[in-house]
């Protein structure tokens, strides 16, 4: 079972550039969102959404942007990346009872 | 917001010995989840609580719920070092459709 797949595991940016971060899950969930962890913040919502075609913004959604065409993918943008935006981003897939976390992408920008 | 606020942030106890975490939030919910997270790592579930539940056991972990104080706790009996760890909880909205978690409390266990 690949559960919740993220893609890169590292990035590093220069200011400015853009990228995006891959999520895709195969079971089949209807939920899926977008945290950021930085260090004595705990996790912070960015995005998330409830089924394809539909999203909405979490806690900290600024400088970033987020789609979901199909029920298994749910990519996050960074369209003019900053150093505060250097952080450690988990993507995570949910049914009605539990989250499924993947394993992180540690971004940092210079 | 919903967010969870762990207390304490952070706890230190023995091998054997029982840790005793709680959680604080702002308002309705639909449940309230526990999860723990190794360091660097995606975070694991551990226990959901509904709304109408005032308490619930899986294995060595004991959760309660109080909704008229806003607040949950975390039980975790007869610790071992694996446990060491970060907990948090997050409450759901009331629609069920967003985890909002808190900071965490940092658990160390050492034999």
């Known amino acids: 079972n690949a559960g919740v797949t993220q893609t890169p595991k590292f990035q590093v940016l220069k200011t400015g550039q853009s990228m995006t971060l891959q999520c895709a899950q195969d079971?089949?969930?209807?939920?899926m969102s977008w945290y950021r962890q930085d260090p004595g913040m705990g996790l912070r919502l960015i995005h998330y959404s409830v089924g394809a075609g539909i999203t909405d913004q979490g806690e900290v959604p600024n400088g970033y942007n987020v789609s979901r065409s199909t029920t298994e993918d749910f990519p996050l943008r960074l369209l003019s990346a900053a150093p505060s935006q250097t952080s450690v981003y988990f993507c995570?897939?949910?049914?009605?009872?539990?989250?499924?976390f993947g394993q992180g992408t540690r971004l940092t920008v210079v | 917001s919903q967010q969870g606020e762990e207390d304490p942030q952070a706890l230190s106890i023995q091998e054997g010995e029982n840790a005793t975490m709680n959680c604080s939030y702002k308002?309705?919910?639909?449940?309230l989840q526990w999860y723990r997270q190794n360091s660097g790592r995606g975070l694991v579930h551990l226990i959901l609580i509904r709304s109408n539940e005032r308490e619930k056991h899986s294995g060595r972990l004991r959760v309660t719920l109080d909704t008229s104080k806003k607040s949950s706790s975390l039980l975790i009996t007869a610790s071992r070092a694996a446990d060491t760890a970060s907990y948090f909880c997050a409450p759901s909205n009331q629609a069920g459709t967003a985890l909002i978690f808190g900071k965490g409390t940092t658990l160390s266990v050492s034999s």
């Open positions: 995570a897939s949910r049914n009605n009872w539990e989250a499924f």
């Open positions: 079971m089949n969930h209807e939920y």
């Open positions: 308002t309705s919910i639909n449940n």
